[in-house]
Structures are given as C-alpha cells and as structure tokens.
C-alpha cells in the first residue's frame, strides 16, 4: 500500500512539473491555432457578436464571416515575449482594407495595427500574416487583446470571412545566462 | 481493491484542490494545457466505487 502511496505522489509531482513547463515556456516559440470548429483554451472566439455572422461549417471547414468592423479576440499569453506571427486564412473578395494587431496599453484605443499581407492562396481562401514586436505591448496581464480592423466592409456592404487563426509568440529560448531573468518576469506575470 | 479506489479518490482529491488554487492564482496555468473536469470524473467514479463498497 506504501509504494502505491508513493507511486500516487509522484503522479501528482509529475503533473505539477508537466505545467509548468508548459506555462512557463522554456522554448523560443508558443503556438496558439484557432479554426473556428473547436474552442481553444488560449484564445477566444471573435467579438462581438453583432457584428459577426455565426459560425458557419462546410466540409469540416469552420469560418466565420465579418459585417462590421472592428472585432475582437483575446489571447492567453502565460510568458513574456518578443515578438509574434500571425497567419490568418480568410476570404477578402473585394479586397478590402484589412488589418489586425494587438494593443499597446490595457484599456486604452492604442493597437499595433498592420496590413495582413497575402502570401499564398488555397483555394478561393487566402492565406496572409502579420508580424509584430511585442516589445511596446503591455504584457502584465495574462490576456493579451487583439483587434481585426476592416473598416470598409460594412460601408460597401461586403463580407470578410476568416477560417484559421496560427498566432505564434517567439522569445529568446531559456538558458543559463537569462534563467533567473525569465523567471523573474515569469513570477511578476503570476503574480499581477 | 476497495482500498485502492479510496487511495484513488483521495489522491484525486488532492490533485484537484492543488490545480484548482493554481489557476486561481495564474488564470490559465492549468486550463491552458490541461481539462480540469477529467479530475472531476475521476474523484466522482473512484468516490461512488468507495462508497459502494464500503464496510458498514
């Protein structure tokens, strides 16, 4: 009975370590994908929803189509990092102004807002990215807030339809020389 | 066997007090990775298993 005890309390340690190396991040990149079928832990779903169309599923392909502008998604961010990609898959047919980007201060109209740039196309669906520094963006809190910008889809009455979300969060990897420096920022992300 | 379903559950238990105060204290350190309800299930199955068996 003794062992199993034992064999219980390393399962739990186990787990503890598993967490946190997960939440703390000791590689140089996170990866957060949204495709719309599914809710993801790290990132929201769009907002608001009065300016959404629902989400709609055609050949286990998942999107939701834009009305107005701008909408919203909220990251979950457990580290301090550098600089972020974001490669959208969407469907702007009419070639509307386009941007996305996150904000700068908590609470305030600031965002790094850039264009997303087509880089391939699949399909009818494009595939386009952004990339930011995340150096000026207020990364105390947990939740880092992103905004889509199309400011001229509801005044030509069109649509722009997003299926995919990749964000990826690059930082410098852990090693020795900055170990207790990330996870200095580390505790202060916990402990705000 | 009834003893080990009473570990189980007590453990579990355990488990998820720990987990639950550590995403409370870091929203998203344990829902990030990991689904909390599964602890749930557990304590649930292995605590109705002890119940069940339990000697009056």
């Not at chain 1, 990149?29 to 769009?46: A, D, G, P, V």
């Not at chain 1, 941007?99 to 740039?117: A, N, S």
């Not at chain 2, 987990?19 to 689904?35: P, Q, R, Y």
Request: aromatic share 14%; hydrophobic share 50%.
């Amino acid at each position: 009975m003794r062992q199993i005890r034992i064999i219980f309390i390393i399962i739990i340690i186990g787990i503890l370590i598993w967490l946190f190396i997960l939440d703390f991040v000791p590689g140089e990149k996170l990866e957060i994908n949204y495709n719309f079928c599914e809710r993801e832990s790290m990132i929201t779903e769009l907002s608001p929803g009065n300016r959404l169309w629902p989400i709609k599923k055609i050949n286990n392909n998942c999107s939701q189509d834009i009305a107005a502008s701008p909408v919203y998604f909220d990251t979950r961010a457990p580290q301090y990092f550098d600089s972020a990609k974001v490669e959208i898959k969407y469907k702007n047919l009419n070639n509307q102004e386009f941007k996305l980007g996150p904000q700068i201060i908590k609470d305030e109209w600031m965002w790094q807002l850039q264009d997303v740039i087509e880089i391939d196309k699949v399909g009818e669906w494009q595939i386009g990215k952004a990339e930011f520094s995340l150096n000026n963006i207020y990364q105390n809190s947990n939740v880092m807030r992103w905004l889509i910008s199309a400011p001229t889809i509801e005044e030509n009455k069109t649509i722009i339809a997003i299926s995919k979300i990749k964000i990826i969060f690059y930082k410098q990897p852990v090693n020795f020389s900055n170990f207790l420096e990330q996870i200095k920022s580390y505790l202060r992300k916990t402990v705000r | 066997m009834q003893n080990i379903f009473k570990l189980i559950f007590i453990y579990s238990l355990i488990i998820f007090f720990i987990l639950f105060f550590l995403e409370l204290v870091k929203e998203g350190f344990v829902s990030n990775h990991f689904d909390l309800n599964i602890v749930l299930i557990i304590i649930l199955i292995s605590g109705l298993w002890t119940a069940y068996f339990v000697k009056l």
